[in-house]
């Protein structure tokens, strides 16, 4: 009995050996890895994972598993299949597939790996790594150039962001737009990038917008490039959408000067 030598021994732990899933089969041609995540590509409404091309293997690839139930951006994804649009992630094919980790289907998009990165994980509060003379050439012109294009086959992003924003080449000298079709039109977009009425909206019911929420989107995204960091990032919900309105309903002429006199008799500019 010494030391406890008869106590009851507890009950022993059980270990879970790691589930094996075999790549997942899109379209006879590309083999999804489950056991081979990227999250460095990640969006917030999809996972990513390694993919190969069974017809040339030496693509860089990766697919986005998206949320079972939750709807896509059809129309985008559409149009941007199988089609090169300059200034836009290169979108493969996409697809539904049985997805072994979540036990069900789901819908795969399949994209050129970009290879130098996310813009925003170069953030340094100083700026992004783009001189600010360089903007215009190497952010400016190619983002809304392809706002433009998709505008011109009548569909929208709406994920415009710095957090969606990739270097296509391991030099970092190119920067094209992210995914746009994994989830809703504005789904995932945080309050800050969306105008006024659609910021109130219910992420589910934002909708799909025009050429001028993408460019709203844009003139913000790159304000924050330019500054390196986000200004904003301590502001929640309510506070921002609150400030936005403010801002809104404040005259010119008021906002310019710092007029005091109330916002429901401005004076005209004092």
Known sequence: MENGTNATPG????????VVS????????YQIDPQHPLP????????SYAV???????????ALVCTPGLPTHFKAMSVLRGTTISGILPLVEQGPVDWPLLGQGTMAVIYERPLGGRLAATFDGQGAGIYENELTKRLIDPLVGAVQRLSSRDTTHRAIRPDN????????????LGDCTASPPGFDQPIVFETIERGMASPGGRGEGGVAEDIYALGISIAFVALGTNPLAGLNEASLLKAKSSRAATPRSAAKSGCPCP????????
């Open 11 to 18: 009950p022993v732990p059980v270990v879970s050996a790691p």
């Open 22 to 29: 075999a790549p997942v089969l899109l379209n006879d041609r």
């Open 40 to 47: 460095d590509y990640d969006s917030p409404s999809a996972k």
């Open 52 to 62: 190969e091309d069974r017809r040339n293997a030496e693509r860089q690839l990766f």
């Open 165 to 176: 924003m990739f270097f296509v080449d391991e030099e970092r000298q190119s920067v094209v």
């Open 263 to 270: 916002l429901s008799n401005p004076c005209g500019g004092c």
